[in-house]
T-cell receptor
Framework: AQRVTQPEKLLSVFKGAPVELKCNYS??????LFWYVQYSRQRLQLLLRHISRESIKGFTADLNKGETSFHLKKPFAQEEDSAMYYCALTEYGGATNKLIFGTGTLLAVQP | GAGVSQTPSNKVTEKGKYVELRCDPISGHTALYWYRQSLGQGPEFLIY????????DSGLPNDRFFAVRPEGSVSTLKIQRTERGDSAVYLCASSPRAQGAGIYTEAFFGQGTRLTVV
């Protein structure tokens, strides 16, 4: 089955602490992985994708095909990072680019 | 427009009624998606349009759900005989992706319509 799993519903850290949001996937084909973020009262937006290998707002994510994981990391959390984070995948080179989302992790960065 | 626009932002309807949810995509975007997000869940794919045609409707839960995009721009999601289980946030997204491009192009999401069936 095609599935994205985010085991943590809530992750609470203090400002300046490292952050790791976990994401595991199950997919029969060749997936492309993403992290989407939704800040309070804002719309869902793309944070980063594994193919671009960028660092956005200090966040990075490495695709580990052996462990089928795509964890999101940031060395020093900021209060403005507080948001809902969704891991998602689509079929690489697929016909539709429809996304399969995980259930999301709420990141709360305490001052 | 500045982004994907969805109307209404909130809709309360009685069980059994018919509802229509509207999506105005970003001008020039050929691809349009509908997703449904139930409480505590991530968005779930419903349907994908490339231009005027529904290229993939595999996510529609049953035949009470239908969507159209007659002129390749605005899309309407229609739900007949609404049930309490249809209560969710319905999200629309659009992207400039061309059919068969084989390359992911970013989909931009609207704010969603919160549907409550009482």
């Amino acid at each position: 089955a095609q599935r994205v799993t985010q085991p943590e519903k809530l992750l609470s850290v203090f400002k300046g602490a490292p952050v790791e949001l976990k994401c595991n996937y199950s997919y029969s084909g060749s997936p492309e992985l993403f992290w989407y973020v939704q800040y309070s009262r804002q719309r869902l937006q793309l944070l980063l994708r594994h193919i671009s290998r960028e660092s956005i707002k200090g966040f990075t994510a490495d695709l580990n095909k052996g462990e089928t994981s795509f964890h999101l990391k940031k060395p020093f959390a900021q209060e403005e990072d507080s948001a809902m984070y969704y891991c998602a995948l689509t079929e690489y080179g697929g016909a539709t680019n429809k996304l399969i989302f995980g259930t999301g992790t709420l990141l709360a960065v305490q001052p | 427009g500045a982004g994907v626009s969805q109307t209404p932002s909130n809709k309360v309807t009685e069980k059994g009624k018919y509802v229509e949810l509207r999506c105005d995509p970003i001008s020039g975007h050929t691809a349009l998606y509908w997703y449904r997000q139930s409480l505590g869940q991530g968005p779930e794919f419903l349907i994908y349009f490339q231009g005027t045609g529904a290229a993939d409707d595999s996510g529609l839960p049953n035949d009470r759900f239908f969507a159209v995009r007659p002129e390749g721009s605005v899309s309407t999601l229609k739900i007949q005989r609404t049930e309490r289980g249809d209560s969710a946030v319905y999200l629309c997204a659009s992207s400039p992706r061309a059919q068969g491009a084989g390359i992911y192009t970013e989909a931009f999401f609207g704010q969603g319509t919160r549907l409550t069936v009482v």
